[in-house]
């Protein structure tokens, strides 16, 4: 794996991204088009002085940098309480407990909303003392992300308490691509919360309005504050003013999470998890001496889908050994297969003889145990394929509806090129 010229590639496609990125017309999110007046007309007691809870955390700020928690106040708005997702509000570990505390800058109280490993409901008490809900958080476009999930659940507990629930729109750092398996109905759980693709192609607030749709029993009195000037395909425009989580540092980060995120939950990968390049890299134990042509073979793959690589390597923090194999840059996600790229690639594997073990989580993390029977022939890619791009089919018609933002999303269908569908080609 000579690196010059992969180094070269990497500098001029560094250049290229972020030329591009700042040549993007600016848009405005939800938070910046939110007034005092957009809570007074929802709110019962048509007041703006009405008791507010704020479902956020380190990503819920403005373009500028300024948290929603004071523009609110700012706005002479009533700020209750503060409902933390799992992450906590200012970045805990993956899993770990979210303990209840006050922001430090206004001492208003912050409520966890993540425990044991799964999501908290919000408690009547609290309930009974709010008049309306807000949801600011920036999701990472996967359905596995856990943010989506404390969206559902705090949706089931406004419609429950008939509260109001408003969503202040965010891009989908991940584009307009939408593909991937739906939730299999037994493997539904905190990590695969709804059926809805593995990656969504949607915003915060589209997803909003498909949950009370489809997913809820009950409605929410829902509102969207929507973007002003957003083109879905430019995705997350800039970079990551907040990390989302630990681990999902960069808009790097956020790309290879899209087939990373899965690729973690089997062994013997390493993808950078706790370091710097968490979600953009690929390594295997040195132990195993992956052969240059396994590598090679890799590299090639991942060219395919329009990532470049590098060679690189770490000493795992975990096992103490040293794990070699490829750093990985993002250059096209919304043209990037990240689905069919995770079955190519555990494909490879096991042409290589590379044993692999998945864990307990990953058929509900990918929502589905056909990606398992795919990787060992149980079941072709042909009858997955046909089967899951019907789904994506179905899912797409009912979801349009909730679509607020052009162009529409498209759909990427695994293994079955000359079938994508566009929006446009939808709407015809």
């Not at 770990?96 to 208003?108: E, F, H, P, Q």
Request: charged content about 20%.
């Amino acid at each position: 794996m000579k690196n010059n010229k992969y180094h070269t590639l990497f500098f001029l496609t560094s250049i290229l991204y972020v030329s591009h990125t700042h040549t993007i017309p600016p848009f405005t999110l939800g938070i910046e088009n939110m007034s005092p007046s957009t809570v007074q007309k929802i709110s019962p007691k048509h007041s703006s002085k009405s008791s507010i809870g704020l479902i956020t955390n380190q990503s819920g700020i403005d373009q500028h940098g300024k948290r929603n928690i004071d523009i609110i106040i700012n706005n002479n708005l009533n700020l209750l309480y503060i409902f933390a997702p799992e992450h906590g509000f200012n970045n805990t570990p993956a899993g770990s407990d979210v303990a209840n505390s006050l922001d430090k800058k206004t001492g208003i109280p912050i409520i966890s909303l993540y425990k044991n490993g799964s999501g908290k409901i919000i408690s009547d008490e609290h309930m009974n003392a709010i008049e309306c809900l807000i949801f600011d958080i920036q999701d990472s476009g996967m359905r596995h992300y856990t943010y989506i999930s404390t969206l559902l659940n705090t949706m089931k507990i406004a419609a429950e308490h008939n509260k109001p629930f408003l969503v202040l729109d965010r891009p989908n750092p991940l584009g307009g691509a939408m593909e991937g398996p739906l939730v299999e109905t037994d493997l539904i759980s905190f990590i695969s919360i709804a059926p809805i693709p593995l990656r969504h192609g949607m915003t915060i607030g589209e997803l909003a309005l498909y949950f009370n749709t489809y997913i809820l029993e009950k409605s929410a009195p829902l509102h969207i504050v929507p973007m002003h000037e957003y083109n879905r395909t430019h995705g997350y425009i800039g970079t990551l003013r907040k990390q989302l989580s630990p681990n999902l540092q960069s808009l790097q980060s956020c790309y290879g999470y899209s087939f990373l995120g899965l690729l973690g939950e089997i062994e013997p990968f390493d993808i950078g998890i706790g370091t710097h390049m968490a979600f953009r890299c690929i390594l295997l134990p040195e132990s195993l001496n992956i052969s240059q042509s396994v590598w090679h073979k890799m590299q090639k793959t991942l060219s395919s889908y329009n990532i470049t690589t590098l060679p690189y390597s770490h000493t795992n923090k975990k096992t103490k050994k040293l794990n070699k194999g490829l750093q990985l840059h993002f250059n096209d996600i919304n043209n990037q297969h990240s689905f069919e790229l995770l079955i190519e690639l555990l494909q490879l594997c096991k042409a290589e003889g590379i044993n692999i073990s998945f864990s307990a989580s990953f058929d509900k993390a990918v929502g589905t145990r056909k990606v398992k029977d795919v990787v060992t022939g149980t079941v072709s890619r042909e009858t997955f394929s046909n089967s899951l791009n019907q789904d994506l089919r179905d899912f797409y018609k009912r979801a349009r509806k909730s679509f607020l933002y052009k162009p529409f999303p498209h759909m990427q269908q695994p293994f079955n090129s000359s079938e994508k569908l566009s929006a446009q080609h939808q709407e015809n």
